[in-house]
């Protein structure tokens, strides 16, 4: 079993619309949850980082976690063709050492 | 404030070659991780060095080593290249070794095994 989970994709949605991206990991002793963007050819950057139960916002982004039901969450408001990317959600699971488990990162299309 | 570097950009390498690869983390920045991302998969963990040493280690072969200079600076070294060590080549750099931290990527090398 894999230890961070994404659905692939792709996911189109039109332009200010609210994407909804989502991610399930293992339990194992998980401590923190990170989304990054990656555009086409290059590296992964930081969006959001969540370490407690519920919702953090910062501008057009939300991520929610739920760790009872081991999920974590990505929403982004007013969408823009910018957005277009993947994005990739990563677990730092303790008790492998503070390793960083990534998923496979959803493809998300804007579409103007 | 200088992001994480790397290099160089791209490599191409033959099999059964070695190859180095180089990461200057982000200022202020003391701990450097590296990774491995195949096309259309998340990057995988290979190993992180702290405090000139590896902390801990992905699963990849002892092919696969790595060293940390006295300026945090650090290198990925790669033997008896095989065709599947071709991937874009990461570098994160991170602040300590705390239970929650984030991680902050350079613009990655990538190496093509011919």
């Known amino acids: 079993q894999k230890e961070v989970e994404q659905n692939s994709g792709p996911l189109s949605v039109p332009e200010g619309a609210i994407a909804s991206l989502n991610c399930t990991y293992s339990?194992?002793?998980?401590?923190?949850f990170f989304w990054y963007r990656q555009y086409s050819g290059k590296s992964p950057e930081l969006i959001m980082f969540?370490?407690?139960?519920g919702d953090k916002e910062d501008g057009r982004f939300t991520a929610q976690l739920n760790k009872a039901s081991q999920y974590v969450s990505l929403l982004i408001r007013d969408s823009q063709p910018s957005d277009s990317a993947t994005y990739l959600c990563a677990v730092n699971m303790w008790d492998t050492g503070n390793q960083f488990y990534f998923g496979t990162g959803t493809s998300l299309t804007v579409i103007p | 404030d200088a992001g994480v570097t790397q290099s160089p950009t791209h490599l191409i390498k033959t099999r059964g070659q070695q190859v180095t690869l180089r990461c200057s983390p982000k200022s202020g920045h003391d701990t450097v991780s590296w990774y491995q991302q195949a096309l259309g998969q998340g990057p995988q963990f290979i190993f992180q060095y702290y405090e000139e040493e590896e902390r801990q280690r992905g699963n990849f072969p002892d092919r696969f080593s790595g060293h940390q200079f006295p300026n945090y600076s650090s290198e990925l070294n790669v033997n008896a290249l095989l065709l599947g060590d071709s991937a874009l080549y990461l570098c994160a750099s991170s602040l300590g070794q705390g239970a929650s931290y984030e991680q902050y990527f350079g613009p990655g090398t990538r190496l093509t095994v011919t």
């Open positions: 339990d194992r002793g998980s401590q923190s």
């Open positions: 969540i370490y407690s139960n």
